[in-house]
């Protein structure tokens, strides 16, 4: 399984770079031979912060069994999986530190793998990143988990991409209204538009992991089967889970 990291300067991303210095970081899991689809994964972090991001902070730590989840599903029909870890914990306000990082790294994606679709997978702060980073011409799909929206999160970027939001009932981080109601709002622009909401789970997806994870790589590798005509056989239950058409679902 190959896995190698680039700095958002353009070589490795080096442990011993300064704090103010240290640039996004993109990893990549391949694909077993020629990569026909990229899955690109966007951890969550705070409202306002410059620290940097390290690897050992749990929210790019939360998204390794996703990403790994994956890439175990996708990797022998083409798939590579990409995890980036932000520049800074923050989102900052108009800075949107991390929708920086994520057309740095979908830039990044496109040189190497030119043509081909990508799909988004975030959480909290990830999934509001993956929601604004929709609109670049790759984009096929985006999986936002708790994502961190509002009425103000735009609508546009989304549009004719397919899209399933997963909220916990339980979250007390990031508003499961919230996320309902862009669902609804962006329905009539989006390809597709489907909401799922978890039952008595929370914002960190400790709870039901599993249904997080089946219902992100379903959904995932879904979206990579239609646009790339690959025969793929998804988890039994993932149609059970997700119904088709289906605006909100309750697990």
């Known amino acids: 399984m190959a896995n190698s990291s680039i700095g958002k300067n353009g070589g490795p991303g080096p442990a011993e770079a300064s704090a103010a210095a240290r640039p996004a970081v993109l990893s990549a899991l391949a694909s077993a031979g020629p990569t026909l ?62 929708l920086r990082d994520a057309r740095w790294a979908l830039g990044h994606i496109q040189e190497q793998h030119p043509g081909v679709p990508v799909f988004l997978v975030g959480h909290s702060m990830g999934g509001l990143t993956a929601v604004c980073a929709a609109d670049h011409p790759a984009v096929e799909a985006v999986v936002a988990l708790a994502p961190w929206l509002s009425p103000a999160t735009p609508i546009s970027a989304v549009a004719n991409r397919k899209v399933l939001i997963v909220h916990g ?83």
């Not at 972090?45 to 620290?51: D, I, M, N, Y």
């Open 169 to 251: 009932t339980n979250d007390r981080w990031t508003s499961p209204s919230a996320s309902l109601l862009f669902a609804r709002r962006a329905s009539a622009e989006a390809a597709s538009m489907q909401y799922v909401a978890l039952r008595g789970a929370g914002h960190f997806m400790l709870r039901k992991v599993r249904l997080w994870q089946t219902l992100t790589t379903g959904f995932v590798m879904k979206a990579f089967a239609e646009s790339t005509g690959t025969r793929i056989a998804l988890p039994g239950d993932f149609h059970r889970l997700l119904p088709e058409a289906a605006v909100q679902v309750t697990l």
């Open 37 to 98: 689809g990229v899955a690109l994964v966007l951890h969550g972090g705070k409202s306002q912060s410059r620290e940097p991001v390290e690897a050992r902070h749990l929210s790019p730590a939360r998204m390794v069994p996703f990403a790994r989840h994956l890439h175990r599903a996708g990797r022998k029909h083409g798939l590579a999986v990409y995890s980036l870890r932000n520049s800074v914990r923050g989102w900052n306000g108009p800075e949107m530190s991390p």
